[in-house]
């Protein structure tokens, strides 16, 4: 197949955008529209080794995902990218990813090869739901160490007004007067939700107490935080160095002494 050949069957296999940029000997840029989330797009390069036509990234692909400051190393990420690269064929020499021509076929190649990447690249949204599971798996550690038993329910819900748990409060902690509500918040989509929970609770027109225990407040968008801060009673920026401050907020709502 001559290079026209081989572009066409790359735009009928994959999109009609694709083109193939000559640089240097039997090698060529494959210009395609597929990018990173940060608009950066995936390197993909057409070369003959050796008589032999290959895809590379020429190692882009995991340099990229090592700005994320993540570990690669490290076992989950590992694990994706090393299934990955089996699954689709591919070949990993030191981080660079590359794979073999089989039969001529460029257009099913170039749509492997690109969805591989895709996938790979996907790795790191592993770290920030890892980060966050961990972050709410510690503040459901953190009360059940500093809540008795028999006062703690987590996901609670209105049994009556709500018997769908469309809005649930991830912590009510049952106190002598009114119940304290509490919100983990890691980001601006949780804030937003807890916002709106919270101003559907203030319509069943029961009494409690609110208090929310964000990740990391700094990463709130301004108006998001403005919005729930109006509803919401007491907020800790972040847990690890805010625990004996919360401790004593929730032994304050435990004994009764706010009402």
Known sequence: MNTIDIQRDFQKKVCEEVQLLPEGLMRYIVDHPFTFDDGDHYIVVLRNV??????????????HLSYEDIDLKKGGYKEIISNTVSAFGLM??????T??????RFGDALFSFIQALVKISDVKYLERER?????????????TEKVPEHRLKFEYHHPQRDPSRV??????????TKPLFIFGI??????????NIIYWWEKQE??????????????INSKIL????????????????????????IEENLNGDRQ
């Open 226 to 249: 403005a919005r729930f801060s109006d509803v919401c009673g007491k907020q800790f920026s972040n847990l690890p160095t805010n625990r004996d401050r919360i401790t004593s907020f």
């Open 99 to 104: 794979l073999s021509i089989p039969e001529m």
């Open 186 to 195: 890691i980001n601006d989509s949780k804030c937003q939700t807890a916002t």
């Open 50 to 63: 050796a008589g032999e036509w290959e895809l590379s990234d020429e190692g882009h692909t995991i340099m």
């Open 131 to 143: 980060v966050r599971s961990l972050f709410m798996e510690e503040f459901r550690g953190f009360l």
């Open 167 to 176: 809005y649930p409060i991830d912590c009510c902690v049952e106190t002598r």
């Open 206 to 219: 029961e009494l409690f107490n609110v208090m929310a225990i964000h990740e990391n407040m700094e990463e």
């Open 92 to 97: 990993n020499r030191e981080g660079e990813l």
